[in-house]
T-cell receptor, first 114, second 115 residues
Framework: AQSVTQLDSQVPVFEEAPVELRCNYSSSVSVYLFWYVQYPNQGLQLLLKYLSGSTLVKGINGFEAEFNKSQTSFHLRKPSVHISDTAEYFCAVTRSGGYQKVTFGIGTKLQVIP | ETGVTQTPRHLVMGMTNKKSLKCEQHLGHNAMYWYKQSAKKPLELMFVYSLEERVENNSVPSRFSPECPNSSHLFLHLHTLQPEDSALYLC??????????????FGNGTRLTVT
């Protein structure tokens, strides 16, 4: 079985400051990792994904994440946030190959303060 | 229309009512999903359809009944719901379920309130 932990339920940050949203996972097999974003009154939208290869993954809207196998982490970062980044961010994991059952974290609400 | 469309956006129903949620995807995908999103809980996978066949029924109560008439449409039929069923119900689609690399595309959800 796999699981995802997002330790921070809410992260307030000032506009133009950097931000890191933390995600740790556990799995007994190889995994694929995802970050999704949910803006108010909308569904989830894929930000980025790690499948294999380079551990630094770049996504949309200037976000990036780094896969760290030894620490079983996949933290999301942005060097300078905008008001429009205010949303809820979900880390997700699925096993590589086979049937895709995605396990989501509980989400982290990013609040960008003007 | 493009993407994944869900109707209605909001639904209020009594515990004795029968209603249906509708989802339509215009992405040419062959797998569709129902998720339940409740406050302060991870997304809960409810049902998965691949090529119109149900491949996952995640211990969901029988008061929720899915239907997938073709690869573009997915319904969730609701009857005799409980107040704790109030939540945001999200539909998603993907290209295949055998490859973990296929990301999910979500609709905007139906906000369900059971009174």
């Amino acid at each position: 079985a796999q699981s995802v932990t997002q330790l921070d339920s809410q992260v307030p940050v000032f506009e133009e400051a950097p931000v890191e949203l933390r995600c740790n996972y556990s799995s007994s097999v190889s995994v694929y990792l995802f970050w999704y974003v949910q803006y108010p009154n909308q569904g989830l939208q894929l930000l980025l994904k790690y499948l294999s290869g380079s551990t630094l993954v770049k996504g949309i809207n200037g976000f990036e994440a780094e896969f760290n196998k030894s620490q079983t982490s996949f933290h999301l970062r942005k060097p300078s946030v905008h008001i429009s980044d205010t949303a809820e961010y979900f880390c997700a994991v699925t096993r590589s190959g086979g049937y895709q059952k995605v396990t989501f974290g509980i989400g982290t609400k990013l609040q960008v303060i003007p | 229309e493009t993407g994944v469309t869900q109707t209605p956006r909001h639904l209020v129903m009594g515990m004795t009512n029968k209603k249906s949620l509708k989802c339509e995807q215009h992405l040419g995908h062959n797998a569709m999903y129902w998720y339940k999103q409740s406050a302060k809980k991870p997304l809960e996978l409810m049902f998965v359809y691949s090529l119109e066949e149900r491949v996952e029924n995640n211990s969901v109560p029988s008061r929720f009944s899915p239907e997938c008439p073709n690869s573009s449409h997915l319904f969730l039929h609701l009857h005799t719901l409980q107040p704790e069923d109030s939540a945001l119900y999200l539909c998603a689609s993907s290209q295949g379920i055998g490859e973990g690399s296929s990301p999910l595309h979500f609709g905007n959800g139906t906000r369900l309130t059971v009174t």
